[in-house]
């Protein structure tokens, strides 16, 4: 069984950054991903991105493309997702996730395993 550890929210001002990493331990689904997705208050679950295993391959939701960065440390099973030009619209919390590519793009069964979730306050 998979556990899934994430860190690294907290409070950022509008155009700042944050890293969130997710820490792995245990087994994984061969042919899962490990992602990110997202739940602001009152909303809906929103895929945000995820990587893939062999070739790393990655997916990123349209309203975080070109600002959030996902990578991992295979070595260390970390995966990373550096976010970039924060506005208040990314406040929510922030799960890391492995599950299949699909899932991402429409997170709104339970699927896979989740993290316990991480706080991502943007705000001046």
């Known amino acids: 069984q998979v556990q899934l550890v994430e860190s690294g929210g907290g409070l950022a001002q509008p155009g700042g950054s944050l890293r969130l990493s997710c820490a792995s331990s245990?087994?994984?689904?061969?042919?899962?991903?490990m992602g990110w997705f997202r739940q602001a208050p009152g909303k809906g679950r929103e895929g945000v991105a995820y990587i893939s295993k062999g070739d790393e391959s990655t997916y990123y939701g349209d309203s975080v493309k070109g600002r959030f960065t996902i990578s991992r440390d295979s070595a260390r099973n970390v995966v990373y997702l550096q976010m970039t030009d924060l506005k208040p619209e990314d406040t929510a919390v922030y799960y890391c996730a492995t599950a299949p590519s699909w899932w991402f793009r429409n997170p709104s069964t339970l699927v896979g395993t989740w993290g316990q979730g991480t706080q991502v306050t943007v705000s001046s």
């Open positions: 245990g087994s994984t689904v061969p042919t899962y991903v």
